[in-house]
């Protein structure tokens, strides 16, 4: 089945590029997607293409503002509660 949540893609790639996120441990990187991926929106789609397809430059823009929003936050949130071993 190919179904999968197009943010995902937008917010693993994000954490890569995030200057913060980057240099964290694989258990805290899956802490932030996890964090942002719920404060925003499901886009389920079946290729990803059909995104860029439907989408205009300004939505795909603000999409990736809010995955950046999101990322910043959930860094925030991840560095101000520290693991517990």
Avoid: K
């Avoid at 964290?24 to 802490?31: A, C, L, P, Y």
């Avoid at 886009?43 to 795909?60: G, N």
């Amino acid at each position: 089945m190919g179904v999968h949540n197009y943010m995902e893609q937008l917010v693993f790639d994000g954490i890569r590029l995030h200057a913060t996120a980057s240099g964290m441990d694989g258990d805290s990187r899956e802490d932030v997607a996890c964090i942002a991926l719920n404060q925003l929106a499901p886009r389920y789609i079946r290729h990803d293409v059909d995104m860029a397809f439907y989408m205009t430059p300004a939505e795909q823009e603000l999409l990736e503002e809010r995955v950046a929003l999101a990322l910043d936050d959930a860094v925030a949130r991840v560095h101000s509660m520290p693991r517990r071993s």
